[in-house]
């Protein structure tokens, strides 16, 4: 039984008392026409026909509210309409009509308000199943045969082709195996998977053709049985009480204790029936379905589309947020983190022969690498003789060089500098890349799939408007999904995980607190499906968990997420306070009726203006309140995008600042005096104007929208060290020897100068693009 399925059959309303699915519009227009109709006629001196249509309206809204009433009972609560239908019988009852048909609006508008909040693209896992393969290459002694998967059985040889999904579980043999594992793990990096090694159903085959040793049937395999938790999970959310229905467990035995002893008292049904209609809880009524729809609308509108009422309800009250880290926390893709030359090589010259070989190739990485290379301006040559080699990489002839791209032999020797960058890898949680000219590694290209700029502004943002817990779920390694942890400062991170893991995990936190689950990846629809709030991030993530969430958020970034619950808990806040405040007053209205101060037609006309009153109120959702997400002006936005991109343009600057203090460090030659020379030029040619553009242009901008100047203050001073420690090496230049050599006093003071400004540089730049540059989409 999927989600919706389950959902269904809880709520079960309309099904269950054979109604139209959509009868609130229509019994809003029965109710509007009943009342026109009769206020026409009472004008015309009608008072008969007047007193027939308003009595119409009030019996054509009796039915459909008794079913309501009858669906919530058997769902184990009583809902607020139980006072409204016996303000309707009452009306009935002692010809009151008027009144009556007043409540049947009111009645009728907060159902459709309600149930227009509620009518959303209903949650399914169908993109889950489309993906599932359905057939099978089977190798027989006859050749290669078609057959369906569910065909399949324990011990069959199969052949999966490039571009194919793993159809079951099974382990390589032959040839080795290039696969896109990231519909399992979310991670964007190919693997490589040995003769021997286990391969998962729902993987893509991202190389060559290879076979396949089934060790489980269709239905035992992996992506079968993620399915199967999307399905189970989903069947365990129930229904969201209204939040009208919980005020109800006090205020209805209440209205009916005071029209009761009114009744008593007075020995008067009509003082009755106007305590019930004055008590007739409109604002609960229209207060929750009125403050939902603008909090729908708004957050629609900011880029977060939430499923229905009780998603919204649910995220204002949510304490712990899981997250998944490659997609949502990462940006997804990776991105080249460093170039490293040989000896007597240029880092420019690397990226540029890399990209020249790799910008033929589709592979997820060979893009990050051409990407890099068109970003800093390098002009890529054509190779000759170009050939791919699936798990392996780009080969090619360039400048009369036979030169590749990609994975190196596993045995081959090294030299130093090639086994600093295995080691920076490993530590980083980096790949590598190596270009080799006739074999000899002569650079590498280090790649990492960066952190969203977005992403620690989201999380303070986050637990600003009440989330408590922070938790990263990953299926990543524990190295780098720790790193990204602390980073962002979560309260824990826990790695490694499967699908099934997740799940355990969402079901855990769930017992503790409202939860909300935040992933891109099929692998995250289970857990999607399994927590109170599942929320996807739909831009570019999957489709399967698109489809499981309540909430998707259609722009590529996380920070709609903290949109999205600041305005959920502003719409639940602005609800209770409309409910409160309108149920205040319809007290204070139920003694004046109880005391016969009022008439029940008086009383309907005084509840509409209360009506009106928690409309207004609960409207505010609407509107920004000063507290989520900075907003720039277009021109501040422009020179947003201007700097980011100059930021770009600038990464060479900071790779030759560390590569001169590298040079130091092999002693204090012509050769490291020379790359201090022209680092101190690019510092003053490029990198200072930069900065000082920064501080006169871009500070004062973003000041409005940050509150002021203090705002920047840290970063201005950041500004003030990189000119102090730039002017410092120039003097050291300035104090070298004629002879082009330093003197070993300037030695350790210059290295440590270069590598304290390649620190604060790289530092900066990041502070920049987390704290002002996310502000521009």
């Given at each position: 039984m999927d989600r919706v399925t389950a959902r269904n059959r809880l709520r079960g309303l309309r099904a269950a008392l054979l109604m139209p699915p959509r009868i609130e519009p229509l019994l809003?227009?029965?109710?509007?026409?009943a009342l026109v109709a009769g206020g026409v006629c009472r004008l015309a001196g009608?008072?008969?026909?007047?007193?027939?249509?308003?009595?119409?309206?009030?019996?054509?809204?009796?039915?459909?509210?008794?079913?309501?009433v009858l669906a919530d009972l058997r769902r184990g609560h009583g809902g607020v309409d139980v006072i409204a239908i016996l303000a309707l019988g009452g009306t009935l009852a002692v010809g009151e009509y008027l009144a009556g048909a007043l409540i049947a609006l009111m009645l009728a508008t907060g159902r459709t308000l309600e149930a227009t909040a509620q009518r959303r693209a209903s949650r399914d896992l169908r993109a889950l199943l489309e993906r599932a393969p359905r057939t099978a290459r089977l190798l027989t002694p006859d050749g290669v045969r078609t057959v369906p998967s569910a065909e399949v059985a324990v011990g069959d040889l199969?052949?999966?082709?490039?571009?194919?999904v793993v159809p079951v579980d099974g382990r390589v043999t032959g040839a080795q195996a290039v696969l896109d594992e990231?519909?399992?793990?979310?991670?964007?990096?190919?693997?490589?998977?040995?003769?021997?090694?286990?391969?998962?159903?729902?993987?893509?085959?991202?190389?060559?053709?290879?076979e396949l040793r089934a060790t489980a049937t269709e239905r035992d395999s992996t992506y079968a049985g993620i399915v199967r938790l999307a399905q189970q999970a989903g069947a365990e959310s129930a229904p969201v009480v209204r939040l009208a229905d919980r005020y109800a467990a006090w205020f209805l035995p209440l209205s009916l204790a005071v029209a009761g002893a009114a009744w008593l008292l007075s020995g008067s049904a009509v003082r009755a029936v106007a305590v019930l209609v004055v008590a007739t809880p409109c604002p609960l009524l229209l207060a929750a379905p009125v403050a939902v729809v603008s909090g729908?609308?708004?957050?629609?509108?900011?880029?977060?589309?939430?499923?229905?009422?009780?998603?919204?309800?649910?995220l204002g009250r949510a304490r712990t947020l899981l997250l998944d880290k490659t997609g949502t926390l990462t940006a997804g893709r990776p991105r080249v983190l460093d170039v490293v030359a040989a000896p007597e090589w240029q880092q420019a010259e690397v990226l540029r022969l890399a990209a020249s070989l790799d910008q033929y190739s589709p592979h997820v990485l060979a893009q990050a690498v051409v990407d890099a290379a068109h970003e800093r301006g390098l002009r890529l040559s054509t190779p000759a003789d170009v050939s791919e080699e699936p798990g392996r990489g780009a080969a090619g002839t360039l400048g009369g060089r036979r030169m590749t791209i990609g994975r190196r032999d596993d045995g081959a020797q090294l030299p130093q500098w090639a086994r600093s960058v295995d080691n920076r890898a490993l530590l980083d949680g980096a790949a590598v890349a190596w270009l080799c000219a006739d074999g000899d590694p002569v650079g590498a290209v280090l790649l990492r799939d960066p952190l969203r700029a977005d992403a620690p502004r989201t999380l303070r943002r986050l637990r600003a408007a009440g989330i408590r817990r922070l938790v990263m779920l990953t299926g990543?390694?524990?190295?780098?999904?720790?790193?990204?942890?602390?980073v962002l400062g979560l309260d824990d991170v826990r790695a490694g995980l499967a699908p099934a893991d997740k799940v355990a995990a969402v079901r855990a936190e769930r017992e503790r607190a409202v939860t909300v689950m935040v992933g891109d990846g099929v692998n995250d629809a289970p857990a999607l499906a399994a927590a109170d709030i599942g929320v996807a991030m739909g831009a570019r993530g999957s489709t399967?968990?698109?489809?499981?969430?309540?909430?998707?958020?259609?722009?590529?970034?996380?920070?709609?997420?903290?949109?999205?619950?600041a305005i959920a808990v502003r719409a639940r806040r602005i609800a209770v306070q409309s409910a409160l405040g309108g149920m205040v007053l319809s007290l204070v209205a139920m003694v004046a009726a109880a005391f016969g101060l009022l008439a029940p037609a008086v009383g309907a006309l005084l509840q509409e203006a209360i009506d009106v009153a928690v409309i207004l109120n609960a409207l505010r959702v609407l509107r920004d309140d000063g507290h989520g997400r900075p907003v720039v002006p277009p021109s501040t936005e422009a020179l947003i995008h201007r700097f980011a991109a100059e930021h770009d343009d600038l990464r060479d600057v900071l790779d030759a600042v560390r590569d001169a203090a590298d040079h130091l460090s092999d002693g204090a030659g012509p050769g490291g005096l020379a790359a201090v020379a022209e680092v101190h030029r690019l510092l003053t040619e490029r990198l200072l104007p930069h900065e000082y553009a920064e501080e006169h242009q871009l500070y004062p901008a973003l000041a409005p929208t940050l509150g002021g100047p203090e705002a920047t203050a840290t970063m201005s001073r950041a500004h003030a060290e990189i000119d102090r420690l730039a002017?410092?090496?120039?003097?050291?230049?300035?104090?070298?020897?004629?002879?082009?050599?330093?003197?070993?006093?300037?030695?350790?003071?210059?290295?440590?100068?270069l590598y304290g400004l390649n620190t604060v540089l790289r530092l900066h730049f990041t502070q920049e693009e987390e704290s002002y540059f996310s502000l521009a989409p």
């Open positions: 809003l227009a029965v109710t509007a026409v009608a008072s008969q026909a007047a007193d027939v249509c308003w009595a119409l309206g009030t019996v054509a809204t009796v039915v459909p509210a008794v079913g309501w199969l052949v999966v082709g490039p571009g194919e990231s519909a399992l793990t979310g991670e964007p990096l190919t693997v490589r998977r040995l003769q021997g090694e286990t391969v998962r159903s729902g993987v893509v085959n991202a190389g060559g053709a290879f729908l609308s708004r957050a629609s509108r900011l880029g977060a589309v939430i499923r229905d009422g009780g998603a919204l309800e649910n990543d390694r524990a190295g780098p999904a720790r790193e990204v942890g602390a399967a968990s698109s489809e499981a969430a309540d909430i998707v958020l259609t722009t590529d970034r996380v920070d709609r997420l903290a949109d999205a619950v002017r410092r090496v120039a003097t050291h230049l300035a104090l070298a020897g004629p002879d082009g050599t330093l003197s070993p006093e300037q030695l350790d003071d210059l290295r440590a100068c």
